[in-house]
């Protein structure tokens, strides 16, 4: 496929409660209004962010279950992180669940000691690529957009995709290391933050973008407004740029 739709939600949640999240989630998404190839949910979805193990599921829990569910329903790949525990530690998770049922996984790398985040889970320590539909795609989660290594295109992805839960306070920074990380990696970026108040009192803006490889803004939406943004890229005009300023390395398939 040259051309990918994207549909990237960004969503207010209530903190801690799984059963109404998903049941909003699915309605705000029948908002969709033409066949969508990837949709980004921000980082856990199901229970807003949370440095709790009340909050935890098994791996391939039951919100996993609801993705395979939207998967299917809309022929779309789908993606966003949640807190699990598997053999025995706890992860961030960032799962990708296609409609074919194949599911992919990346645990986030920089976990938020601001928050406390190290103190229950565990970083991960895998680069992850997937591949689906022609594209290639890579994973990172919220904090991880502060460390461009981890982010680093070795010519082996052309969308990057970020679950976030990032506050108004910061908001700036994470608007400007979106482009940043579009810019200097040539990639297109999918990125879904949360809008609303948290528990704690925290505020969310949301700035969900979808980013082309020179950081220029595909879709986007306004502050505070919760909805649907898509996006359909093209791998046509992300060669034509790396073409014309080639600053990546060839991968082995180039």
């Known amino acids: 496929m040259d051309e990918l739709v994207i549909a990237v ?3 207010r949640m209530v903190d801690g409660d799984v059963a109404t999240n998903l049941a909003h989630y699915t309605d705000v998404l029948t908002e ?3 066949p969508t190839d990837l949709i980004l949910l921000p980082e856990m979805f199901p229970t807003g962010y949370q440095i709790r193990t009340s909050i935890l599921e098994p791996h391939l829990g039951s919100s996993v279950a609801w993705m395979h569910n939207l998967a299917a329903r809309y022929d779309a790949m789908v993606g966003g992180t949640i807190g699990v525990t598997d053999a ?3 992860y961030n998770r960032f799962y990708l669940v296609e409609p074919t049922g194949n599911v992919s996984y990346y645990d986030k790398q920089h976990l938020f000691a601001m928050a406390g985040e190290e103190k229950i889970f565990t970083a991960g320590n895998r680069r992850i690529v997937v591949n689906f539909r022609g594209w290639r795609i890579a994973l990172q989660t919220c904090f991880d957009l502060r460390f461009p290594e981890s982010a680093r295109n070795c010519g082996d992805y052309d969308l990057l995709l970020y679950a976030a839960s990032w506050p108004a306070v910061r908001d700036y ?5 979106l482009v940043a990380r579009a810019i200097e990696n040539q990639t297109y970026i999918a990125a879904a933050n949360r809008v609303g108040d948290d528990a704690k009192g925290h505020a969310y803006v949301g700035h969900s973008c979808i980013l082309d490889a020179e950081g220029k803004a595909c879709s986007e939406l ?6 649907i943004l898509t996006a359909r890229i093209s791998k046509k005009h992300l060669a034509i740029l790396r073409t ?4 990546l390395p060839k991968s082995a398939d180039q």
């Open 9 to 11: 939600a960004q969503l």
């Open 222 to 227: 306004p502050d505070v407004a919760e909805g």
């Open 32 to 34: 969709l209004s033409q």
């Open 173 to 177: 920074a994470w608007r400007s290391l």
């Open 244 to 247: 014309s300023f080639p600053v």
């Open 88 to 90: 025995g530690k706890n």
